[in-house]
């Protein structure tokens, strides 16, 4: 006879938490398989509101599922054509920004110089040679093309998946499915709205003052602000220092400006409604979901944090005994209720 075994309150505190470690451990080093997966996912679930416009205005459910997936394709390889375009631009144009370098480098050093700083002797860090600049662009070439074989695999699901989803209609759909559904494409419509005004704006500004490859600059920003707060500026620093070797300090500056004035009035003024507001989750979560979800998957974890924190809230609401965590993750407005 098996003995029974107390279900006492650190057994229950502590099970869940072991099984939860094996997981996140288990998807951390199965991110390579996982990845392309959830992304499919992801893209999938997003395509579902048109899927699902198409279906319902008598569109033939294959029909629909390859109008839809056309759609996603040509997405695709409108950013591919126009980073690969902006690459060999970039790679042409190395010695001009060698040039470039030198002039603000010399330019910096009697700017310091006049308020008393020795640009000699090694108070001003050393500048790292443009000439190292070219490998690392071949070493980004080529890891563009295990990208796009990576994006050939994740089209390749989500077309599956979207011709599963397409069999079912909205109603017949599990629960948690359209519950999650409607919770991620309301942050999804946030942000792509926020996100391609945000990255319109900061290019043509870009491109008034100047600065080279403009529209690749604005769809680096439009993508990279999936990622909470930490995007922009990452979309942001190449643009910036292209501007400082164009135009000095005036003109990174300028950039500076039209970049967070772009974001502010996309984020502030016409899109006010943010992640954290949408979707009731404290700020602090996102940052922590951010790194977490970024350590768990890798690069990947940067876009995909706020979907599976989503789920995660939701799995997390299904039962009574973790409901507290919830309130946690949504912070002070949780509690003002």
């Known amino acids: 006879m098996i003995p029974e075994i107390s279900e006492n309150k650190p057994s229950r505190f502590l099970i869940p938490l072991a099984a939860f470690v094996i997981v996140i451990g288990g998807m951390h080093a199965a991110a390579s398989l996982l990845n392309p997966i959830l992304l499919s996912v992801f893209i999938a679930i997003v395509a579902m509101p048109l899927l699902d416009w198409l279906i319902e205005r008598s569109v033939p459910s294959q029909a629909a599922v390859l109008i839809v997936m056309a759609g996603i394709i040509g997405i695709c390889l409108f950013l591919i054509w126009v980073l690969s375009v902006s690459l060999s631009q970039a790679v042409e144009a190395l010695p001009a920004y060698e040039e470039m370098l030198r002039v603000q480098v010399e330019a910096l050093k009697s700017m310091l110089e006049g308020l008393g700083i020795s640009a000699e002797g090694g108070d001003l860090p050393g500048i ?42 909205g109603t017949e759909r599990p629960v948690p ?33 100047g600065v080279d490859f403009a529209v690749l600059w604005g769809a680096l920003i439009a993508i990279l602000s999936f990622i909470p707060y930490a995007g922009l500026w990452i979309a942001a620093l190449p643009a910036i220092g292209l501007a400082w070797l164009e135009g ?18 996309a984020e502030e003024l016409i899109f006010p409604a943010m992640a954290g507001e949408d979707l009731q989750i404290s700020p602090v979560v996102v940052i922590i979901a951010l790194f977490f979800w970024t350590w768990v998957l890798g690069v ?7 979907p ?10 299904s039962y009574e005994e973790t409901r507290w965590i919830t309130r946690l993750m949504e912070g002070a407005s949780a509690f003002s209720r």
């Open 128 to 169: 790292v040679s443009t000439h190292s600049i070219l490998p690392s662009i071949v070493t980004l070439i080529s890891g563009l093309i295990q990208s796009i074989m990576d994006l050939l695999l994740v089209l390749v699901i989500t077309n599956f998946l979207l011709f599963e989803f397409a069999t079912l209609s």
């Open 308 to 317: 599976l924190t989503i789920a995660g809230k939701m799995l997390l609401e």
């Open 177 to 209: 499915l359209r519950t999650y559904t409607e919770h991620l494409i309301t942050y999804i419509i946030v942000r792509i709205k926020t996100n391609i005004l945000t990255g319109i704006g900061a290019g043509i500004f870009l491109a008034v003052i």
């Open 248 to 265: 000095g300090l005036t003109g990174a500056v300028l950039a500076l400006i039209g970049i967070v004035g772009s974001n502010f009035i």
């Open 300 to 306: 990947p974890g940067l876009f995909l944090a706020i």
